[in-house]
C-alpha cells in the first residue's frame, strides 16, 4: 500500500515520456536505417557502422531537438572518425595510440567549434575508431564517409522536421499540474470522506511526482535557449519564459500540497474538515484548468476564476467556527497553496495575494 502511489507515479510519468519520444525515436530509426543503405548501397561499404550511429547521435530521441545541435553532433561524430582513421592508419593501435587520437580530436573540435556536445563526440568516436577494427572500412576515409553521411541524414530529417520548442516544455508543464491536481483530489477525497488513508496517499503521490516538476523547469530552459537561436521561434520567447517561471512556481505549489496532506492526515476525521475539502476540491479545478491552458497556450482565465473563488473561501474563522487550531492551521497552509497556483496561472503576486480575505 505505501508504494502504491509511488509506482502509479512512476506508471504515468513513464508512457508520458514514452508518447513524447515516440516520434522522435521514429525519425531517428528512420534516419539510421536510411544512412546505413546509402552508406551500404550507395557507397559499397560492406559494414558501414558510423552511417546509423552517426544519425542516431545527431538526432536521438529528444522531442525538442534543433539544428544546431543536430549539427554539432554530426560534426563531432566526423571530426572524431575522421581524425581516429587517419591516425590509426599512421601510427596503429594501442593504449598509448588511444589517448593521443583522444587528446587531439577534443583539441581539434575546440578549435573549430565552441559547443561542448561536439568535443565530447568527437572524443568518443576517435576512441572507438581506434579500438574497432577497420575491415570492411573502404580505404582511409571510408568510415569517416560513413560518418558523413549519418550526420547529413540527420541534419535533412532535422531540417524537414522543425520542432516548435513550445511543445515539449507544454506537455510537460501539463503533465505536472495535473499530477498537483490529482494530488489535490486525493486530499479532498481523504478531507470529505475522513480517511486519513487518502491523504497519506495523496502525500506519496506528491512525493513520487518530484521528477516531472523538474522535467518541466529543465524542458522550458531547453526551450527557451532554444527559441533564442532560432529566428522562427524567437517571437515565442516571452511565452517560453514565463513557462520557466511558472515550472518554479508549481514546484512551490507542490511543496506546499505536501506539507497540507502531512499536516492533514492527523485531523482526517474532524468535523469541521469537511468544508475545508471543497476548498481544496476548488484548488484541485484550478490546478487542473491551469494543467489544460498551458498544454495548448490558451489564456488562464477559467484556472483564475477557479483559484479566486477557492481564496475567497480561504477564511481559517468561516471554515473553523469553533477555533479548532489544526484544521485553521491547514487554511493557512491552503492559502499559500491557492496563492501560489494563481501565480502559476499568470497572476501578478500581490493581485494573487489580494484575493485572500483578510484575517
Do not use: C
Not at 44 to 54: I, N, Q, S
Not at 122 to 136: D, F, K, R
Not at 323 to 348: F, I, P, Y
Amino acid at each position: 500500500m505505501r508504494f502504491g502511489p509511488e509506482l502509479a507515479a512512476r506508471a504515468r510519468q513513464g508512457w508520458a515520456r514514452v508518447r513524447r519520444a515516440a516520434v522522435p525515436v521514429a525519425l531517428a530509426s528512420v534516419g539510421a536505417g536510411g544512412a546505413y543503405a546509402i552508406a551500404r548501397y550507395g557507397l559499397g561499404h560492406p559494414k558501414p557502422f558510423f552511417a546509423p550511429v552517426a544519425a542516431w547521435i545527431a538526432l536521438g530521441f529528444s522531442a525538442d531537438r534543433n539544428l544546431r545541435r543536430v549539427a554539432e553532433l554530426a560534426i563531432g561524430v566526423a571530426i572524431g572518425v575522421l581524425a581516429g582513421d587517419q591516425l590509426v592508419h599512421r601510427i596503429g593501435t594501442g593504449a598509448i595510440q588511444v589517448a593521443v587520437v583522444l587528446a587531439l580530436a577534443v583539441l581539434l573540435a575546440r578549435l573549430l567549434d565552441r559547443g561542448d556536445l561536439l568535443a565530447v563526440q568527437a572524443g568518443v568516436q576517435a576512441m572507438i575508431v581506434v579500438v574497432l577494427p577497420a575491415s570492411g572500412a573502404g580505404g582511409p576515409v571510408g568510415r569517416w564517409l560513413d560518418a558523413a553521411v549519418g550526420g547529413l541524414v540527420a541534419l535533412v530529417i532535422a531540417a524537414l522536421t522543425p520542432q516548435d520548442p513550445r511543445r515539449r516544455a507544454r506537455s510537460v508543464a501539463e503533465e505536472a499540474m495535473t499530477e498537483i491536481a490529482e494530488v489535490l483530489g486525493a486530499l479532498a477525497q481523504g478531507l470529505r470522506t475522513g480517511d486519513p488513508a487518502l491523504a497519506r496517499q495523496a502525500l506519496l503521490r506528491g512525493r513520487a511526482s518530484q521528477p516531472v516538476l523538474d522535467a518541466w523547469h529543465a524542458a522550458a530552459v531547453s526551450a527557451r535557449q532554444a527559441a533564442r537561436l532560432s529566428p522562427a521561434f524567437r517571437r515565442h520567447r516571452d511565452e517560453l519564459a514565463a513557462l520557466v517561471a511558472a515550472a518554479t512556481l508549481a514546484d512551490r505549489a507542490m511543496r506546499n500540497a505536501r506539507v497540507l496532506a502531512r499536516r492533514a492526515e492527523s485531523v482526517a476525521g474532524d468535523e469541521d474538515v469537511a468544508a475545508l475539502a471543497e476548498v481544496v476540491e476548488l484548488a484541485r479545478r484550478g490546478a487542473q484548468e491551469t494543467a489544460a491552458a498551458l498544454s495548448t497556450g490558451a489564456g488562464t482565465g477559467a484556472a483564475v476564476r477557479t483559484l479566486a473563488r477557492a481564496a475567497e473561501q480561504s477564511d481559517p474563522w468561516h471554515l473553523a467556527p469553533g477555533g479548532d487550531l489544526h484544521v485553521q492551521g491547514l487554511v493557512l497552509l491552503l492559502r499559500s497553496l491557492v496563492v501560489d497556483l494563481a501565480e502559476t496561472a499568470g497572476v501578478e503576486p500581490e493581485a494573487a495575494r489580494a484575493m485572500l480575505p483578510e484575517i
